[in-house]
């Protein structure tokens, strides 16, 4: 049901309809705009303060540009609400039955107003060179503007630079929109922060100026926040025949105290109550706090331990760690290729660095995994969370971590399946020196249990029950599918299978391979995540040659979009009884 | 033999020899050097202009500074031979027999002067940073000086950038020495170059200075080529307890006047004739020169084709391309993430861009492809070299590209093995407007087919020879690899294998994989690439629950550093008779 027939925002079908609005009615439209951004995050979550601060941006935008002929890209997208209210998705702002028919980033899907899905950030100025770049060569006597809007942390990430330094060749339009609002995700992350400050203090006409360095044109908005010179601004550059930055000085969280004075913790929140502010279902995570407690014994017994993160201390629960060990807490802002090789070189010099990353945002920097910390062998520590098959934003998915990084050499990728053993397997990764260590955090719940051994740099398979017939080998997060896959062929098949926690996704233990052969037909893996490049393909390689069947268990070769978890898990054959079923045919086939 | 036991350079065993020195003795060790230089990349190929250019620079340093304790982390590390000649590897350029002995890049397995193995760009400023940062942590009252030395196209690449944004929070000794000599390995390249120029050109005194512009402290040197003013400047920045940068303006080829005129071509040659500056042994490549063709075709045809590379045009042969079509050529510089973002927005807009890549170059991208081009299903084409076992740094291991781009949805990566079915693959990869293809290009010699399909969309695989028994799946370029598995099976084993060109890496032929299960026993997959998330395993994995016995062959899970690579074939069992021989084993197990 519509919270807010009343609301203005109603009449508002395409941009066209606010083009006709006053400015008064306009800035009534950002009120209720706000408003609903904070209705629909509070509850089912979203971010909050990139929303609030650019709502005046977004509407000066379709009041003064013709979308979807001009067109504006969003960087990171995850500050696109307010461009989703004014584009024909108003319902799933102002109906709490319609707030998951969209989703919390751009989507071409939804809109024609939408021109890529994105979640990463620092994408947005090369994705707007290359639309202009195609518009120059395809259509060129159309005399349409193309913007990208970059800033809130993601111009510090590497590609925007690229981005920068190609938009600057240019001789057209183009229009890059630098939303200021003073914030790195975190505070103040490195000296782009301290050049954009002075360029604030002095209304934008300090001579040192980065843009300018770079031969772009620029212009500075003191106050993004006022519509009428929001408005004013962008007619100003509209049907530019070259490049420009419009640097826009917004404020983060604009329109609600809590989110203006936190602004870190309204980056981006779960369900919470719109009055107290507090979260609707608090989480403490447990393998977070085994990890921090473990860095906190080993500094406290002198180990030269830092951590690193790219922008995301809240993932980790990092502030604890930031609080008490103010001088070894790294957050290098959003750039992840600068995380992981500054990493290897302080590991390289006798520091233990522990660096913390998402495995999608990693992705960016797969060439620093291979070049800088894996060929050197430089002996960080990493751990990688999100490594899941889980609902969410297909620009967000983090199953492909397993194949971007256990396919390469002298890294060891170890997959606890319980506290205990991530925390020894984290105490063995920083005693040792010898080589690169990623441990995969588990997402699903806080499961308890006893390490089998100690040091990792060999690995034994834990073989938590010795059967015959079928083995079982259950990796990370998806232990608990295996003793449910065990528990289900007992019932149904009378097999008593052979249940293994193979602990690495890299080390593969020969010696037990090979023994398995002995009294098994069958060998089924059990991963979360993708099957093309993983673990199972591995196991099937090894047994290859030999009789023994294989099969792999986990996600196909696809992006999913907002896919329900069981959905899913019936897509891919993960419930236990599909897989019991899977095993069934093939020991018929025997 | 040493060609030179007259040189000054003889008595120099460490840097602490070149202390002793009078300037003119340095610079005639200089002029050394450079013959030096020119001698064994003509020999046996090398870095020349990057070489020619830093002399002055590395004898200054190490005339300076005290190495090891002081630490020099070189960018790419090309430009190292200098480094490499005063620390105690002279040998490596005095004589011919020694040249092998040291690598192109630095190495810490060669010398104690070097810290990390380096080949790619862009990297120096975060390890630097570590470095340092390390340092303050672990050994506070040390002082020891920390330097980078980046520049020679280096600076584009979005990493230098997360470092330079990083290093300006330190508040300790850092010295990052911008070795600008005007190139972008091609000429200028971006705004970045602009700015550059005009800090050059107002001698370092324009107040618009992107390293001040972050808050880093920074002195200019008009003469980077000049020994004394380098040493003044060195000995004005030692021990200084911030980070500065150190903005010197060399001659790229300086000393040589082809290298300094011919910049580009210099910057890497192949065996040269010294007298002549022509190649030993001119390269044609065909299949470059196919690809080309295709291009110029549909250009003339009217499509909108460009083409897109980062800083690597000689690797392709694209200069041709430049010349005919100077508008549709874009060089983005180093800066890779740049180019498949920028990519995947020209295809999503109606341009057709061809994207040309290294293969371990392209490693730097990878989220590009994942997130912006993959996820977007833009239907950029891209052309990957260099996937391949091959002797040669480990630095740029080019075998990884199976593993990094196979497993990814929604692209096709199609690998020919001849240079009509190459054309065909890009013909229709440039006519569709479906999905991201990208195609293999083999680097053995140039071979000649037909192919036997048109539309890549579905696969199917081409059968060569119907046979029975044993199956040979050969990728790529190991097609010939195939063949004479083929014939050594019939002649040693009087077995009629078939062989199957599979033409894709991801897109299986379901049908034909399940017909061979009729009268075949062993499939056998050949892959010129690592065997960790590669094609053999994906086949294994289909065959995983079935009867057949597959045998996969290509690399294990290593780095090779300049392994000759009939050693390397041996190592891989990769000869035709170590397969057979393989192959006749699992037979007997049957």
């Given at each position: 049901m519509n919270l807010h027939p009343d609301y203005l925002l109603n009449v508002v079908n395409e941009p066209a309809d606010i083009k006709k609005m006053s400015l008064d009615?306009?800035?009534e439209l950002a009120a209720e705009m706000r408003q609903l951004v904070l209705e629909r995050a509070a509850a089912i979550g979203g971010h909050v303060g990139p929303n609030l601060g650019?709502?005046?941006?977004?509407?000066?935008?379709?009041?003064?540009f013709n979308s979807p002929h001009d067109k504006i890209v969003w960087d990171v997208s995850h500050q696109s609400y307010a461009h989703k209210m004014l584009t024909g998705r108003k319902l799933g702002f102002l109906d709490p039955d319609h707030y998951e028919d969209i989703t919390g980033y751009t989507s071409p899907e939804e809109s024609a107003h939408d021109f890529f899905e994105v979640g990463h950030t620092s994408t947005s100025i090369s994705l707007a060179v290359g639309l202009a770049q195609a518009r120059d060569l395809t259509k060129p006597h159309s005399k349409n503007n193309i913007l990208a809007v970059i800033g809130d942390g993601s111009l510090s990430g590497g590609l925007a630079f690229e981005g920068l330094n190609n938009a600057a060749k240019l001789h057209s339009n183009l229009i890059i929109v630098v939303n200021d609002n003073q914030m790195a995700i975190d505070k103040d992350q490195g000296g782009l922060y301290k050049g954009l400050k002075n360029l604030r203090d002095t209304n934008g006409k300090s001579p040192n100026n980065i843009f300018k360095f770079m031969g772009l044109d620029y212009k500075y908005v003191a106050d993004g926040n006022d519509l009428q010179t929001m408005i004013n601004a962008f007619r100003d550059v509209k049907n530019i025949d070259h490049p420009i930055v419009l640097h826009v000085n917004t404020l983060k969280g604009k329109g609600y105290t809590p989110a203006v004075e936190h602004k870190m913790e309204y980056h981006w929140r779960a369900p919470f109550d719109l009055k107290t502010g507090k979260d609707k279902h608090p989480v403490v995570n447990g393998y977070n706090e085994a990890v921090l407690d473990e860095l906190d014994k080993q500094i406290a017994a002198g180990m030269p331990v830092v951590a690193i993160n790219a922008a995301i201390p809240g993932v980790f629960g990092l502030k604890r760690f930031q609080e008490a060990h103010p001088d070894r807490y790294f957050d290098v802002g959003i750039a992840e290729q600068d995380s992981v090789t500054t990493a290897t070189a302080m590991a390289v010099a006798g520091a233990r660095p522990v660096v913390f990353q998402n495995s999608t945002f990693l992705q960016r920097a797969y060439d620093q995994l291979i070049h800088d910390m894996a060929l050197n062998d430089s002996p960080v520590v990493m751990i990688v969370r999100g490594g899941t098959i889980a609902q969410g934003s297909a620009t967000h998915q983090g199953t492909f971590d397993i194949s971007m990084i256990s396919n390469l050499p002298n890294i060891e990728y170890l997959a606890p399946t319980n506290v205990e053993e991530m925390v020894s397997m984290l105490h063995w990764a920083l005693k040792q020196r010898e080589q690169p260590v990623i441990i995969?955090?588990?997402?699903?719940e806080l499961l308890h249990g006893k390490p089998t051994q100690d040091d990792y740099g060999v690995i034994n398979y834990d073989v938590a029950h010795h059967g015959s017939e079928v083995a079982i080998m259950a990796v990370g997060d998806f232990w608990e599918l295996g003793e449910r896959v065990y528990e289900q062929l007992k019932k149904k098949l009378n097999i008593d299978a052979t249940l293994i926690n193979?602990?690495?996704?890299?080390?593969?233990?020969?010696?037990?391979?090979?023994?398995?052969?002995?009294?098994?037909?069958?060998?089924?893996?059990?991963?979360?995540?993708n099957l093309n490049g993983g673990f199972g393909e591995t196991i099937a390689r090894y047994y290859g040659p030999t009789d023994m069947k294989v099969i792999n268990f986990g996600a196909p070769r696809e992006f999913a979009d907002n896919v329900p978890l069981d959905v899913m898990n019936e897509w891919y054959h993960l419930t236990p009884k599909q897989i019991v079923d899977d095993i069934e045919k093939v020991l018929h086939s025997l």
């Open positions: 009615e306009l800035k650019v709502m005046e941006l977004t509407i000066a935008y379709h009041y003064v995969r955090q588990p997402e699903k193979p602990k690495s996704i890299t080390g593969i233990d020969q010696h037990d391979l090979h023994h398995l052969a002995e009294n098994h037909d069958v060998v089924v893996t059990l991963e979360d995540g």
